[in-house]
């Protein structure tokens, strides 16, 4: 206990300034203090003393940190797959905090257990899972990771005892444009990166399923073991759904395992709308769906669903483990189809914003984030600077700007990408497609309207056009 402390005091300032952040995380506020690495550590000091510190140094880190963390809840943060703030389930995550405990098992977590039993079962409504399972882990990587560990478990039981023997050179397949976090967990897996075969994708960035099915059959002809397909819902740039029902025909033809990676984009199975992008999606064997995502969770909220009930706990090697799981009541202990022990609560943040917008308003939040990026989609296509660099598929616009004198187009938008960051204006990602540099404009948002995205293209825009007036009279200058 520091004894310079009171608790209350504490407590009741650090609530105030809970309440001002949000208050202030208006639109009108900058997304970001940017300061240089070298700055933020001179003005953070983050070294850990010999001594306790003092109730008003407290105070003045609380204030440090809200005030040079990246404002995520702001319009204009526009950079990554998550965003937003949620107020239900803030309070969620905040009672999950304030009552401490672990998913592992129901007589330390009873009320979480429910709840997480219950967000599975509803999840499970969607991906049409009649008598499916799953858990709540720490993110759609491992997600991917669990799923493809499944799978090899069903494929060979035997190596979760005996170590995964080489000779049955398993391969899997992915989109070429899928998440890097297959090739890792291939990685962790003992399969080896170099075991993920990338399948090539048609120009909209969707898996074509005749160059899944010519890859398999060259695979099997190389006496290489196929064993899982992963078909990604949403692709982390071009948001590209691959077509799962045409990709299970072929899963279902050769016996493998068919994950979906919905880690972005699986929440648009919310939308009576657009969930058609998903059509197939019961006729796979496992689905990453990540709330912490387009449903505006805070993050870590992610879910591995599977259709069989009983695969997770194959995964399970020594449940000789009788100083945890005692079986007193009649509910399942979740730790026993779970890679973790002890386990964060992010079921219960779900389930107070599940239950605050109730279904037909996720539903809404999901139809409108289509409705932005259609709406972002007709800005760059109307303006004569400014050039579509893929066709839409669905949250994401993917643009860059054309000046008329300017040779090197990356380092333009990148330049203005970063003018627009390091100015607090709007924080917007990039990737590459090719060699071309793409702006990603991503509408995560739930809360997104019209006028955000106007105000995002009048920043982006008027960065680049002074960009393009210096770049002239430097030209201007040297000739
Ligand atoms: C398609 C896809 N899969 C997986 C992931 C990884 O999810 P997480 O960041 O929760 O690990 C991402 C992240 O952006 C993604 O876009």
Redesign the pocket.
């Known amino acids: 206990m520091n004894k310079s402390m009171n608790q209350e005091r504490i407590l009741s300032a650090s609530f105030d300034k809970i309440l001002n952040y949000i208050r202030e995380n208006d639109d009108e506020q900058n997304v970001v203090n940017y300061h240089t690495p070298a700055s933020l550590q001179q003005i953070l000091m983050p070294k850990v003393d010999e001594e306790p510190t003092g109730e008003d140094e407290f105070l003045k880190m609380m204030d440090h940190y809200l005030e040079f963390a990246v404002k995520t809840g702001n319009k204009q943060f526009l950079n990554q797959?998550y965003s937003g703030f949620n107020l239900p389930a803030f309070i969620g995550d905040m009672l999950t905090t304030l009552t401490n405990t672990s998913m592992y098992t129901y007589e330390v977590a009873p009320a979480a257990t429910i709840i997480e039993k219950e967000m599975i079962a509803l999840m499970n409504s969607y991906a049409g899972y009649s008598d499916g399972d799953g858990i709540f882990l720490t993110?759609?990587?491992?997600g991917?990771l669990v799923a493809m560990f499944t799978a090899r478990n069903r494929m060979l039981p035997e190596s979760r005892f005996h170590g995964y023997d080489r000779t049955e050179n398993l391969v899997a397949f992915i989109n070429e444009q899928?998440?890097y976090?297959f090739e890792t967990a291939a990685n962790i897996l003992g399969i080896g990166a170099k075991n993920v075969i990338k399948v090539k994708a048609d120009h909209n960035g969707r898996m074509i399923p005749h160059e899944l099915e010519k890859a398999i059959e060259n695979a099997k002809n190389n006496r290489q073991t196929p064993f899982f397909v992963a078909a990604?819902c949403?692709?982390?740039l071009l948001g590209a759904y691959d077509p799962i029902d045409e990709i299970a025909e072929i899963t279902q033809k050769h016996g493998l395992w068919l994950h979906a990676?919905g880690?972005?984009g699986g929440s648009i199975i919310l939308s009576d709308q657009h969930r058609y992008l998903m059509k197939g999606i019961e006729k796979t064997d496992s689905f990453v769906w990540?709330p912490?995502k387009l449903m505006n969770i805070p993050l870590?909220c992610?879910a591995l669903l599977v259709k069989q009930k009983g695969v997770l706990q194959h995964n399970i090697t020594d449940l000789n483990t009788d100083y945890i799981f005692h079986d007193m009541e009649e509910v399942e202990d979740l730790g026993k189809k779970s890679i973790q022990c002890g386990r964060h609560v992010d079921a219960v943040k779900l389930w107070f914003a599940w239950k605050y917008f109730g279904k037909k308003g996720y539903s809404q939040r999901i139809d409108n984030l289509i409705e932005m990026a259609t709406y972002a989609e007709n800005i760059v296509n109307q303006h004569p600077r400014l050039e579509l660099m893929a066709s839409r598929q669905s949250f994401s616009v993917c643009f860059r700007y054309q000046p008329e004198n300017v040779v090197d187009l990356n380092e333009f938008n990148l330049a203005v990408r970063e003018n627009i960051r390091k100015t607090g204006q709007s924080i917007v990602n990039y990737g590459y497609i090719g060699k071309d540099l793409t702006i990603r404009l991503v509408m995560a948002n739930g809360e997104l309207r019209k006028k955000d995205i106007d105000k995002f293209f009048q920043n982006f825009l008027g960065a680049a056009e002074n960009l393009e007036l210096q770049k002239v009279e430097e030209y201007e200058y040297e000739k």
């Not at 993110?139 to 491992?142: D, E, I, L, Q, V």
């Open positions: 797959l993110g759609g990587s491992n991917n899928a998440h976090s990604t949403a692709t982390t990676d880690a972005f990540n912490h870590v992610s």
